[in-house]
């Protein structure tokens, strides 16, 4: 059974950081890719970012784009999320999430098989 642990959520001030993991189990599984996904009270689940596994091809909304970074460590089965410039709005439950299957919809959590349990982010002004 494929499993998804978060970690690295907290209290941050505006303007700080936080480095989201979430390793992923069995090791091997095969997977073409990995995303970060946020949910903010009352709100719709969210893309955040999505690197593909082989090749390493990232993505990113605008919304983040240049504050936050997606990166991969294959031998340690984890994908990480570098989450720079903070700032309130980015409050939310970040998710970790796992495409078994090319899709064309890296931005689309209807596209994933997998989902981690979520890690909390508060970012106060």
């Known amino acids: 059974q494929v499993q998804l642990v978060e970690s690295g959520g907290g209290l941050v001030q505006a303007g700080g950081s936080l480095r989201l993991s979430c390793v992923a189990s069995p090791r091997t599984f095969s997977r073409y890719a990995m995303g970060w996904f946020r949910q903010a009270p009352g709100k719709e689940r969210e893309f955040v970012a999505a690197i593909r596994w082989s090749g390493g091809s990232i993505y990113y909304p605008d919304s983040v784009k240049g504050r936050f970074t997606i990166s991969r460590d294959g031998a340690k089965s984890t994908v990480y999320l570098q989450m720079n410039s903070l700032k309130p709005e980015d409050t939310a439950v970040y998710y970790c999430?796992?495409?078994?299957?090319?899709?064309?919809?890296?931005?689309?959590?209807?596209?994933?098989?997998?989902w981690g349990q979520g890690t909390q982010v508060t970012v106060s002004s």
């Open positions: 999430a796992a495409q078994i299957k090319y899709s064309g919809r890296d931005y689309s959590a209807n596209d994933y098989d997998y």
